[in-house]
């Protein structure tokens, strides 16, 4: 066969390719935003835990969603996925580094959830009520629990991944394919679970049932958004490792995909929207009370602007999905978007009186976001950016 990896061929990440410059830089980057953070959290602990937290869920996002696209891969098949099958491999090796960095939100539980206060919990019968949910121990129990499944999920997604390279024996993709339908499912209830505890918590009085479906569509969006950029970097106008593997036509349905995320977490934003203000019910109206008032509803028109409005126009353009250049340019802005749209949910919640927006917010994105590139290209040179014997894979004249 023509195609590189049918024929067997190993497809590496040469030592001059441009990512390996923007991996210096990222951790460069990260480590110093980091350092520059933790110096200003010892003044003002409270503010930093509270920027480290959209930092650390928008990056955790594109780990986990890429997961989730990976098994919905696995299960559809595909030439879409095949290109970057690896990308989305190398996105849930991250998960283990999010372990790492889910420490500092342990430490600052105090500062970020009034409801690890036994003193406030006292007053307050609703909090009273909820206790035995939302308290210490259980809230690092559930967590421990959802890293082991993300973990696990992890570990053989990748081990029999690499299986199949080494052999034309199918039972490697089978297991796959097994592993994803189930995986599919503890990955919704897992997340589902820690998005209430980790984000809806935050404030809680309010509750939302489909909160936590909201908060995943999100991540797939962005691990999506995440991935074209890195396909168009690494097929470069037919002279990139990825050249033979992702054509015009895949990143047609790369730029499809992105569309239909688009519009699907539109769809889960405006019910959770609609259904909360036709109820007009005190005790769900107030969370967008907050963040439709203050400033905060500027960012709000952004987020509409530029997650819903922007992308669905120019997503509409077949030339645009086929030209991998000016789709990557929409998955950027879809990513700034997400970006802007997490820190407008969880934010408010601090800053109730009007918008707020303080340096730590930008630094520690740079920081985490620095260091988890970096792991991100360390990890994507260990392996081939191909899948050897994926049968989703394109033939090439």
């Not at 074209?228 to 690494?234: D, E, G, K, Y």
Request: aromatic share 12%.
């Amino acid at each position: 066969m023509s195609n590189a990896a049918h024929a067997g061929k190993t497809v590496l990440l040469g030592p001059d390719h441009v990512l390996n410059r923007v991996q210096r830089g990222a951790l460069f980057a990260g480590v110093i935003g980091l350092g520059i953070c933790v110096a200003g959290g010892v003044a003002s602990p409270t503010q930093f835990f509270r920027s480290y937290l959209v930092a650390y869920m928008f990056f955790f996002g594109i780990g986990i969603g890429c997961m989730a696209i990976l098994m919905i891969h696995h299960i559809t098949g595909g030439a879409w996925g095949a290109g970057i099958r690896r990308l989305l491999e190398c996105g849930t090796r991250t998960l283990p580094l999010m372990l790492l960095l889910f420490l500092p939100l342990v430490l600052g539980m105090h500062q970020l959830y009034e409801w690890t206060h036994p003193d406030i919990v006292a007053r307050d019968p609703e909090l009273l009520h909820k206790a035995p949910y939302l308290n210490i121990p259980f809230f690092l129990v559930r967590a421990a629990f959802y890293f082991c499944v993300w973990l696990l999920l992890t570990r053989y997604l990748n081990r029999w991944s690499l299986e199949q390279d080494g052999t034309l024996d199918p039972a490697p993709a089978r297991r796959l394919e097994l592993l994803s339908r189930g995986g599919l499912l503890l990955i919704g209830l897992t997340m589902s679970f820690a998005a209430i505890d980790w984000l809806m918590s935050l404030e809680p009085h309010w509750f939302s049932t489909i909160y936590g479906i909201l908060v995943m569509g999100g991540q797939v969006l962005s691990a999506m958004a995440f991935v074209i950029p890195l396909a168009a970097v690494l097929a470069e106008e037919g002279d990139g490792p990825l050249a033979h593997v992702i054509s015009k036509e895949q990143f047609h349905d790369l730029g499809k995909l992105l569309l239909a995320f688009v519009m699907l977490w539109t769809y889960f934003a405006l019910s959770q929207f609609l259904i909360i203000w036709a109820a007009n019910l005190p005790e769900e109206i107030p969370w967008y009370l907050k963040r439709l008032q203050g400033g905060w509803q500027w960012l709000g028109i952004a987020v509409i602007l530029g997650h819903f409005v922007l992308p669905f126009l120019l997503l509409l353009s077949r030339d645009i999905k086929r030209r991998a250049g000016a789709l990557a340019v929409v998955a950027i802005l879809v990513i700034v978007a997400r970006f802007v749209d997490l820190y407008w949910m969880v934010t408010p919640a601090f800053y109730p009186q009007g918008i707020t927006v303080h340096w730590m917010d930008a630094l520690t994105a740079v920081g985490v976001g620095g260091v988890w590139l970096w792991f991100f290209v360390w990890q994507l040179k260990g392996r081939s950016l191909v899948a050897i014997h994926d049968p989703s894979l394109p033939e090439h004249a």
